[in-house]
Structure formats: structure tokens, C-alpha cells
């Protein structure tokens, strides 16, 4: 393959979610994995529904990813503009050669004519295609709708009997029938272009040459193909990938808050874990562990992304997670966390990340571990309680008087409990680990206890010694 160029290409109409940042991160792949270039475009022509903080917000958001364009908005070269809203002209152009050609023609049937011909037909048992009213007016029948005040609308002429064939990168060949397809509209009576229009034609003005893509854009590709043949211009390969489909087995759309990639970021969810399990979704070629997002490309192949439907599965989502927390180096770790416990210093932040850090799933949990090692315990675990009971008093005494003796040191500290208790294994470290903490599980005892405010330390025995008021 030579150097491929590929694109993403999202409307600007609402947060980007898993589906689409899927959409986006294979066609990145396949450019970094060729060496070749990855485009952003945004595609705003409908410019009623678009937003410029709804595209803030999706630039921002696929930075965070890790999916830098090559070209696009903020990274203008020759090609662009990268706004379709910017890129009138061009597709005027293209009206233009179509008309002239007479592979387009005014179409001045209103909405009702054609929604009555298209019941007519669907009643004849046929199915809807445009009936060809408008196809052959002369010159003059046009002047004298114009001069009635009537806006046509620009339809492509589709040759019938004709068979529109290409080979899909997943789905394989594909052929469409032209007579299925009929003459289709190309530019909106009141001068909008259509979706599929100015997606095409910028592919090929980009020299975009691999499209992945949705398979809900699949009856495009047909209409597509024919209108840059007509231009003379040469069309990329497409490959429709199967959606993403959500809980209630739906196609995820950008209502589906859970799998909206700006919600996940906001939960504290890591670029390399959603990257990581993205990359699994549909495509069954990557290794079963753990890969760096330097090293995703390469553990790309396009041949092995499958038809069938993938599904969004948060546990799949939260185990790359926890691997990407595992591999995040102290300071990242730190800095991960920073967002959930603000108020603490420098120094109580890195302790806390260098105890607590590997065993959260999200910065929020991290507010509890402050408490513990800091502040208030979180509301105690009823097997904690129970676990405490169970010790009783004499336990935490001893343990105590170590503390008094040895200082915060877990091994000291236990051998004197088990000595004066002869308490042993989970009965001696886990009455401990409750009074301390308030849970039955966390992170490691013994770096735990020498972190702990020493204060809080022994204050917390100290209430479970029965010296409920002892502050010293
Ligand atoms: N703007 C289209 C979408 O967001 C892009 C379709 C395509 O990739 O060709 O679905």
C-alpha cells in the first residue's frame, strides 16, 4: 500500500461517542501503520445544527486521545480549508462542471409533488425513486419556472441500467443497481449541498484514498462513486465498519452518555485504556495484552476487522483501565489523581499516589484514601465493624502500646499483637487494616501505616483500645 491518507470526518452536532472515536482511531491506525497522513475535517455544512463550542470540544477531546491530525483545523495546508462551512466555492465548482456537462439539472418539483409520487409508487408496489419530472425541461420550461418564483433544487442524473460496483475493505464486493437509485438531489432548493455531495467530493480534493466509515453510510457509496466519476476525479476505497451498539443492543448515538468519550474523560478514564479497548472492538488482530499507544499501529490489520457487530462492555472498558492506572509512572499517577483531591500538598499528593494510587479505578476514589491517610475515614464497612468486634479491645491495646514502643511499623506492631492476642494471619492484620482504614481491602498494610498522619494513626487505635477521648 502506498502511503494511504485517511480521514475522520465528523459533523459537529453533538460530544463525539465510542462509535465514532472508533471510526476515527482506525483510520488513524491505517495512516500510521503505512506511514501515510491522517486528516480531520469537520463537516458543518448543515450549518444549522453545528456549534462552534460543540467543535472546541471535539478538537480538544480527540487531542486528549492522542489522535493528532496531520492536517485539518489548526493544521491548515494546501488542501483546505477543513470546514466544509469554508468551502463553498469548491462545491460551486462542482455544480457548475455538473450542470454544464448535463450530468445535473434544476429540479423544480415542490416537497409535495414528490412525496405524492413517492406514495403513488410505494402503492404500486415499486420502490420510490424520482420520477423524473424535471429531467428533460428545455431551456424555456426552466426560464418560466424561475420566473414564477420557483427555487429549483439540483438533481444528479443517474444513467439507468447501469450496475455501480466496488470491492468494501470489510464487507467485500458490492454492487448497486442505478435503477434502484434514480436521479437524487446534490444541492438543497434553498442552497445547501447535500451530506454525501460534499463528503465526496472533499475525499477526493483532499486525495484522501482509504475512507472507514460507518456501514450507515453505505447506501452513499454508490451515489458517491457516480458523482466523482462524472467530475473526473478518482474515488478512495471505502470500508463500512459495523456500528457500535449499546446496551439495549441500539447503535450508540451521541445521547448515550456512558459511552460518550468527553463523559469518560471526565470519570477520570485514561487515553491508553480507551485506546486500548477500541482497538479490540471488530478488529480481532491486536495482542491479548497490554499495548503501548505508541505501539498501537503497528498492532493494527485492517484485514482483521470483522462484520459482525461489536458491543460496548463497560467491564472490557474498566479492565483496560486498571491496566492503564497499573502502568501510569508516579507522577502521572499523582497528576491523575490531583483532580479529585485538590485541597492536599505536593508532598501528601505523591505519598498518597505512591500508597493508594495503583488501586483506584478513578481519581474519585482517591478522596476516600485522603481521608484515611489524612483526614476522616469514610463511613466504615459493615465487615469492618464486624471484623473490630471481633478482635475487641485487648487487640488494639496491644497493638497501641507497639505503636508507643515501635513506631508505625506494621511487622513490630503485629508480633506484638500476636504475642498478646494470639491472633494470627487475616484475624490480626484485618482487625488492623479496619480500625485504620474503615475497609476490609486496599492497598498494602505496611506503606499504609507509615504514610497515615501519625496523629490519626493512633488516634483510630486508640478509640478501638476503648480510650475513646485519648487525642494524644
Ligand atoms: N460526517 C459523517 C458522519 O459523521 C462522515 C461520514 C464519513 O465518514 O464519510 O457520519
Known sequence: MSSPVTRFAPSPTGRLHLGNVRTALFNYLLARREGGRFLLRIEDSDRARGGEDL????????????????????????????????????????????????????????ALELEVSRKTQLAAGQPPRYAGTCRDLDD???????????????????????TVSFDDLVRGPQAFVTDDLGDFVIRRAEGAPMFFFCNALDDALMRVTHVLRGEDHLSNTPRQLLLLEA??????????????????????????????????????????????????LGHAGAPDGWVEPADLPSAFNLDKVGRAPAHFDESQLLHWQREAVNRLDPAALAAWMASAVGELDADRLTTLAAVA????????????????????????????????????????????????????????ITALVRARTGSKGARLYMPLRAALTGLTHGPELAPLLKAMDPMLLRRRLAAQAGHAGETT
Open 140 to 162: 424555456e420550461a426552466r426560464t418560466a419556472r424561475i420566473r414564477d418564483g420557483r427555487q429549483p433544487s439540483l438533481r444528479f442524473r443517474v444513467d439507468p441500467g447501469k
Open 55 to 110: 467543535l472546541e470540544a471535539l478538537l480538544v477531546d480527540l487531542r486528549w486521545l492522542g489522535l493528532e491530525w496531520d492536517a485539518g483545523p489548526g493544521a491548515e495546508d494546501e488542501w483546505g480549508p477543513y470546514l466544509q462551512s469554508e468551502r463553498d466555492p469548491l462545491y460551486a465548482e462542482a455544480y457548475a462542471t455538473l450542470e454544464q456537462g448535463g450530468r445535473a439539472y434544476p429540479c423544480f418539483c415542490s
Open 231 to 280: 467530475l473526473g476525479m478518482s474515488a478512495p476505497v471505502y470500508g463500512h465498519l459495523p456500528l457500535l451498539l449499546g446496551r439495549e443492543g441500539r447503535p450508540l448515538s451521541k445521547r448515550e452518555d456512558s459511552a460518550g468519550l468527553h463523559s469518560l474523560r471526565q470519570a477520570g478514564f485514561l487515553p491508553a485504556a480507551i485506546l486500548n479497548y477500541l482497538l479490540r
Open 357 to 412: 494510587g495503583r488501586n483506584l479505578n478513578f481519581p474519585a476514589e482517591a478522596r476516600d484514601w485522603a481521608g484515611v491517610l489524612y483526614g476522616e475515614l469514610p463511613p466504615m464497612e459493615p465487615a469492618a465493624t464486624l471484623a473490630i468486634q471481633e478482635a475487641g479491645p485487648a487487640f488494639f491495646a496491644a497493638a497501641l502500646e507497639a505503636l508507643d514502643s515501635e513506631g508505625p511499623d506494621l511487622a513490630k
